[in-house]
C-alpha cells in the first residue's frame, strides 16, 4: 500500500523558514519524482517543486527559485522542502506526491498524493 505523509507546516511570519516533510512507502522502482504542490483557497492546485529520486535532479517554479530548497533522503523515504523567506503569497496546503514521469510539474503527471500539511506566512 502506497502513502505519503507530510509535515512540518505551521504559521510563520513573513520572512520565516519552514521545513516540510515528505515520508512515503509502499512506492516501487516506477515511482521516480516526488513533488510538492500547494493550493490556496479559490486557486488552482501549482506544482511547486519536485526532485529525482534516482539521481536528485530538481525543479522548481519560478517564484520559488532562491526560496525554497528540495531534497531527499533515500535511506528514510523521506523528501524535505526547506521554505525560506517565506511571503504571505505562499500560504497554501502543500501537498507531496508520487509520479513516474520523471520531473513533472502537472497534477495529472502525479499518482500518489499525501493529505497535505497548512502553511500560514501572516503577522
Known amino acids: 500500500q502506497v502513502q505519503l505523509v507530510e509535515s512540518g507546516g505551521g504559521l510563520v511570519q513573513p520572512g520565516g523558514s519552514l521545513r516540510l516533510s515528505c515520508s512515503f512507502s509502499?512506492?516501487?522502482?516506477?515511482?521516480?519524482?516526488i513533488g510538492w504542490f500547494r493550493q490556496a483557497p479559490g486557486k488552482e492546485r501549482e506544482g511547486v517543486s519536485c526532485i529525482s529520486i534516482a539521481d536528485g535532479s530538481t525543479y522548481y517554479l519560478d517564484s520559488v527559485k532562491g526560496r525554497f530548497a528540495i531534497s531527499r533522503d533515500n535511506t528514510e523515504n523521506t523528501v524535505y522542502l526547506q521554505m525560506n523567506s517565506l511571503k504571505p503569497e505562499d500560504t497554501a496546503v502543500y501537498f507531496c506526491?508520487?509520479?513516474?514521469?520523471?520531473?513533472?510539474?502537472?497534477?495529472?503527471?502525479?499518482?500518489?498524493w499525501g493529505r497535505g500539511t497548512q502553511v500560514t506566512v501572516s503577522s
Open positions: 509502499g512506492l516501487t522502482r516506477d515511482y521516480d519524482a
Open positions: 506526491a508520487a509520479g513516474a514521469l520523471g520531473l513533472a510539474t502537472m497534477t495529472g503527471q502525479y499518482q500518489y
